[in-house]
């Protein structure tokens, strides 16, 4: 599936916008993007495993709340960074 | 289990001959100023005499950088604390001065709480401060909420410090999350005991001073003294407001702190928690007072110290009080204190210096550096005895190191 990546974190992907990675929730997903990027999966998701404040993380057009939404095979995942003042 | 809430561990005073180097000579040559703001990093570098300075283009740019520190114990690594306003918390670190920089592998960041608990979460690295000169490659990080960390590989991978962050009283040595800065909680002030490097202190705004004699498995308070008058207990034992807290590199014995409730000294002649702070702020001029957040020591006086008032009166501006900004010298200790704002402005300049952003070079005469949250690099090569603007138009200045090249 696609991940939508926002230009904060292009600095791991190599200036890629778009990456292809495969998973069955948006935790394994993060996670594989993560063995690819090393370092990007803790810039948006804290030690916890809670999405961070200012990050949202969007299937197709509906924002998932936590790491455990599940996934499609065709679906498109968006990163977003959420309005985080001046 | 660690140390109690309170008590006098038993102490292993180091000999103040013990470890404790001559007083260095004095430096010469250019000097670097490691600025953090809260959009990125710069280096500002002088020549040889001090008189000319030049900002190099920003690192990091948009990302908020709380702290530049450089390693002196190979003068060439640098790390960087640094989060977006996005993005999670992170280190960057560099090799060759700043020339290149790398991600740290695995940031500091609290342990995993099991499911349906909740743990902390590292908001920003606040301070970075190296290891003994003895440990090469280790160094600490202090973060937001208050929690502690240590790297043995040079800032590539961090380790949870857990007789502080797990500890059974942290929640009540450090209050709750309202309980700190407008910014977030923060620990900071890690000190390391030049004659031991088990004998660690830290500062946690709110929290206090704490001490830790067997490298930060047990931690005692060390506030005795101390006033917390926004607190509802008297005398406490912790929940205090450290700004900046310092120990002299020549006289370990002896730690100052610019405190959220005034200047203080402490003479340790205990070696324990009963060991006092005393109140040297009572000396500044009232219409002063002793409220700020920075303080810096002269690198081989343990007498002499600088520190930048602020206005800590009704709803506390925390700008230099009257809008006529000035630096304050004590060279007795604390027993007196002597304006210096020779180069300031006279009147209508409302400037906030925070607790990391004032710094002093090893010259003789020592080369005085602040930081404003307006932007402004200010220095003095005369110990504070005249003033250049060195430097405008930077973003909010949070942190100011100076390095010696």
Redesign the interface.
Known sequence: MTVYIPSPLRSYTGRKSEVEVEGSTVGDVLRALDHRFPGLRFRIVTEQDTIREHIRIFVNEDQARDLSAALRPDDEIHIICALSGG | MPSSRAGSPVTRRPSEKQAVAASPKPARGPVALLIGTRKGAFFLRSDGARRTWKLTEPMFLGHIVHHLVLDPRDRRTLLAAAR?????P?VFRSTDFGKTWK???T?P?????PEGQ?????DHVFWLTPGHHKEQNVWYAGTSPQGLFRSKDGGQTWDSVKGFNEHPLRRQWTGGDQDGTPDGPKMHSILIDPRDPNHLYIGMSSGGVFESRDKGNRWSPLNKGCAADFLPVADPEYGHDPHCVRLHPLKPDRLYQQNHCGIYRMDRAHGNSNDRWVRIGENMPKQIGDIGFSMVLHPRDPDTAWVFPMDGTEVWPRVSPGGKPAVYVTKNAGNSWTRQDKGFPKAQAWWTVKRQAMSADAHEPVGLYFGTTGGELWGSRTGGGGWTCLVRNLPEIYSVEAVEL
């Not at chain 2, 960041?109 to 709480?113: E, G, I, N, R, T």
């Open positions: 977006t306003g996005h993005l999670g992170t991600e740290a592998q940031p960041a609290f342990p995993k709480v909740k743990g902390l979460v590292v």
